[in-house]
């Protein structure tokens, strides 16, 4: 099977490991096993907890936790995968095959638009615009989506804009969507990352039947290195997954499904992400040759440089001269732009370093 190659990870691959502050990050914070292990009750238990295989679609402590992020799900509504990437990717192989059409809301993750290509159905994508504050607007996507179309997916919050849809066009979007019979991918890793009110968002899976929720340990709970994920959807959906997931994964690990907790963590990131957000707006403030829609939750931001230098070579050339790793926008087709995450350590240095490097290319 041929797939483009992900060009988010592949530039994070060469990038990220070496750099001095790394801003292409979309996580907060990662907790160490050590800070985890304070937060679980009885944390010592693991060591006598026998390593063989998991239950096979999650326990049943881990789906109940998950359950709770959620107001109108039973047991067999979720299944456990190895993170989001592995949750949509068995999304799109239990939904598609050749000849399907499918929208894509960009700028996204690029496994909702090369995965469907890759299987080979018709994709098209609808770019969100920075003047509607990089939301979707129905009346744009109803010239895209039509009763043809199989599978509408979209990621909430938004990687990378940072932006927030309101609960209102979430109800409005899911009954676009039930008018048209067509299945949704909401992409929800971000979910509780609201900066501003409720910080969780309504679930598309809670108000729409063909809608999935696909989520994980990584973002709102910092624990990516666990490799936990999950997806939320109608039983029979699920059943279709768990076919075809006894192809890839068995169960997740008893360790990552043991450490899947997520008590005090939100509180914890809050406070990561206000400043965060706080720093990156007093930056943008000061700084004339950016501009940017800030972010209203989610850890990422999409900044347009006052330059016509292509975004990769302004990366490269800012990371050989200051050690910041820095995400191009081409890499998620915003050529122009720069992702920033607003959660990365040493944010203040990183973002002065671009500041600098800015006024003397
Ligand atoms: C929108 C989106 N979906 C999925 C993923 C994959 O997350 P996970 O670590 O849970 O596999 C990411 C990671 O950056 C993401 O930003």
Same mark, same amino acid.
């Given at each position: ?46 060591? +006598?907890?026998? %390593? ?7 326990? *049943?402590? @881990?789906?109940?936790?998950?359950? #709770? &992020? ?110 048209? +019979?067509?299945? %949704? ?7 509780? *990352?609201? @900066?501003?009110?409720?910080?969780? #968002? &309504? ?122 790793? *820095? ?35």
């Amino acid at each position: 099977m041929k797939i483009s190659p992900f060009k988010i990870e592949e530039w994070m691959n060469l990038y990220e490991a070496g750099a001095m502050y790394d801003l292409t990050t979309t996580c907060i914070k990662p907790l160490t096993a050590a800070e985890l292990l304070d937060l679980i009750p009885s944390g010592d238990t693991i060591l +006598n907890t026998p %390593l063989s295989y998991g239950d096979i679609t999650g326990s *049943l402590r @881990l789906k109940n936790a998950i359950r #709770s &992020l959620y107001t109108n799900q039973e047991y067999n509504n979720i299944t456990v995968t190895h993170g989001a990437i592995g949750a949509n990717h068995l999304v799109f192989y239990s939904l598609l095959e050749k000849g399907d059409e499918v929208v894509c809301i960009v700028p996204t993750y690029q496994q909702h638009y090369s995965i469907p290509e890759s299987i080979g159905a018709n994709v098209k994508l609808y770019f969100l615009k920075e003047e509607n504050n990089w939301l979707p607007d129905l009346d744009e996507l109803s010239q895209i989506v039509t009763s043809k179309t199989k599978l509408l997916c979209l990621n909430n919050p938004n990687n990378p804009t940072g932006a927030v849809i309101p609960n209102r066009l979430i109800e409005e979007i899911a009954d676009f969507a039930a008018k048209r +019979n067509v299945w %949704l991918l909401a992409d929800e890793v971000y979910r509780g *990352l609201n @900066l501003i009110g409720n910080p969780y #968002s &309504l679930s598309f899976a809670d108000i729409y039947e063909k809608a999935i929720s696909v989520g994980s340990m990584s973002k709102t709970y910092s624990l990516p290195g666990l490799r936990v994920g999950w997806i939320c959807a109608r039983e029979d959906l699920i059943n279709e997954v768990n076919h075809q997931r006894q192809y890839n994964t068995i169960s997740v690990s008893v360790l990552d499904e043991y450490f899947a907790h997520r008590e005090k963590i939100h509180e914890r990131n809050f406070s990561i992400m206000i400043d965060g957000i706080n720093s990156f707006t007093e930056w943008l403030t000061n700084e004339p040759l950016v501009t940017c829609t800030i972010p209203n939750g989610g850890t990422t931001a999409l900044v347009k440089y006052n330059n016509d230098i292509p975004s990769r070579e302004l990366c490269k050339k800012f990371q050989n001269r200051t050690g910041v790793a *820095l995400l191009p926008g081409e890499t998620m087709e915003m050529e122009g732009y720069v992702r920033v995450g607003f959660c990365a350590a040493g944010l203040r240095a990183a973002l002065e370093l671009f500041s600098t490097y800015l006024h003397n290319i």
